[in-house]
């Protein structure tokens, strides 16, 4: 793993700012994501972010924090909190804004543990990678959750992404097994990496909840195809 987001974010909040980063998908041209917007207030998230901070209580896990603005904003609230990302860069950025517990772990090896709030933001369902990896690992999210927690989770239906076809029908070219499953290409200063993330669609979320028996609840939608889910034991 080259770390590259988490090299962004280091760079950026050690003034060594010279260039965003710039992203790719299997279905779309280079786009650029500006590192400042990971360090965004709670007033400059998306009203689906703030939702779901809104609806977290009691001790929280943060998963994929990146640059820790979630996990201070909750700090503040008097949250227990935790965050955890695989990027090294991520962790020591986020340490140094303010993040009281923050820990370079892979969730899905995270054992021995209950949480009332996991969260998965930034196109959560995203952690899953593969679309037939889902049951395995929200099992393990289950396994995380007090009995009276939840998971606040948001993604993105990209079926619009899609041409349509003289029927009407969407023209859906697919190397993986689900059409939200993507390639994910990352660059930043000259290095590039490459990842699979996972978009998925409301009702695929439902069922999968429903095979690990879980209750999936849509909370909120956004304006450009996305949602917040609720999922509970």
């Known amino acids: 793993m080259k770390d590259i987001l988490g090299k962004a974010i280091l760079d950026y909040f050690n003034d060594n700012f010279s260039e965003d980063i710039f992203t790719e998908t299997s279905i779309s041209e280079e786009d650029t994501l500006p590192i400042s917007y990971l360090f965004r207030s709670f007033d400059e998230m998306p009203p689906l972010e703030q939702t779901a901070l809104k609806h977290a ?11 820790g603005s979630h996990s201070l904003y909750l700090q503040k609230k008097n949250a227990d909190v935790t965050a955890v990302d695989i990027s090294e860069g991520a962790i020591k950025t986020s ?6 517990k923050a820990f370079q772990q892979d969730v899905f090896q995270l054992k021995d543990q ?3 709030t996991i969260l998965l933001l930034m196109n959560g369902t995203g952690i899953f990678g593969k679309y037939k990896e889902v049951p395995k690992k929200l099992l393990h999210l289950k396994s995380l959750l007090n009995q009276e927690g939840q998971i606040l989770i948001d993604s993105s239906d990209i079926i619009y992404m899609f041409d349509e076809d003289e029927d009407g029908g969407k023209w859906i070219p697919m190397d993986g097994d689900y059409y939200g499953e993507l390639t994910y290409t990352l660059k930043y200063k000259g290095e590039r990496e490459t990842t699979t993330w996972l978009y998925l669609d409301f009702t ?30």
Request: glycine share 10%.
């Open 95 to 100: 340490k140094l804004r303010g993040v009281k």
């Open 204 to 233: 695929t979320l439902q069922t999968f909840c429903q095979m690990a028996e879980l209750k999936c609840e849509l909370l909120a939608e956004g304006e450009h195809y996305n949602y917040l889910a609720k999922i509970t034991l």
């Open 114 to 116: 209950k949480f009332d």
């Open 57 to 67: 209580y009691g001790k929280v896990l943060d998963i994929g924090c990146g640059a």
